[in-house]
T-cell receptor, first 112, second 110 residues
Framework: DTAVSQTPKYLVTQMGNDKSIKCEQN?????MYWYKQDSKKFLKIMFS???????INETVPNRFSPKSPDKAHLNLHINSLELGDSAVYFC???????????FGPGTRLLVL | GQNIDQPTEMTATEGAIVQINCTYQ??????LFWYQQHAGEAPTFLSY????GLEEKGRFSSFLSRSKGYSYLLLKELQMKDSASYLC???????????FGTGTQLKVEL
């Protein structure tokens, strides 16, 4: 299937741990994104990469580090997890500067 | 900065028409998107407006007035499956950054 996929779908972990979320798209898009959706359902962009190059880096703690090994993958590594990091993290991709962004299924992160 | 406002909740009846409004304040406006998000699922693209006017796509239409900083999403012949959150998002400048509103939770009742 052509899509944006993320793993894992659910992630429950302890405060202070380090975890990674992976994202892959096989749509041939040049641009990929990470969004965070909090408990109030507010969706906010964190990062954007275009052809493996970081182009958007919002005010995100440096405990969050995105990595794009190639333009089909954008992973998110989070160090020293905190309670406030609990949220749903969505990966998305889009065809360069064109309009539509396609979202992955989300990763539900719960920090205990 | 950007300010995007939508009603928090709306309720409508199956078979009816509902209009969800979105107002925004931004510089360098370069397009407005509507996304639908069912509970526990990813947002899915509904519509895109960059010029003033109405874009129709089946039961869904979206309208934009750039001078007024205003858009609406019109849903006709409502079905129960239309119960979802509807997110308004604004693109600014030449880049790909979308800024989302807080979403409107629509409940369709019998």
């Amino acid at each position: 299937d052509t899509a944006v996929s993320q793993t894992p779908k659910y992630l429950v972990t302890q405060m202070g741990n380090d975890k990674s979320i992976k994202c892959e798209q096989n749509l041939g898009h040049d641009t990929m994104y990470w969004y965070k959706q909090d408990s109030k359902k507010f969706l906010k962009i964190m990062f954007s990469y275009n052809n493996k190059e970081l182009i958007i880096n919002e005010t995100v703690p440096n405990r969050f580090s995105p990595k794009s090994p190639d333009k089909a993958h954008l992973n998110l590594h989070i160090n020293s997890l905190e309670l406030g990091d609990s949220a749903v993290y969505f990966c998305a991709s889009g065809p360069g500067l064109k309009e539509t962004q396609y979202f992955g299924p989300g990763t539900r992160l719960l920090v205990l | 900065g950007q300010n995007i406002d939508q009603p928090t909740e709306m309720t409508a009846t199956e078979g009816a028409i509902v209009q969800i409004n979105c107002t925004y304040q931004t510089s360098g406006f370069n397009g407005l998107f509507w996304y639908q998000q069912h509970a526990g699922e990813a947002p899915t693209f509904l519509s895109y407006n960059v010029l003033d006017g109405l874009e129709e796509k089946g039961r869904f239409s979206s309208f934009l007035s750039r001078s007024k900083g205003y858009s609406y999403l019109l849903l006709k012949e409502l079905q129960m499956k239309d119960s979802a959150s509807y997110l308004c998002a604004v693109k600014r400048g030449g880049g790909n950054k979308l800024t989302f509103g807080t979403g409107t939770q629509l409940k369709v009742e019998l």
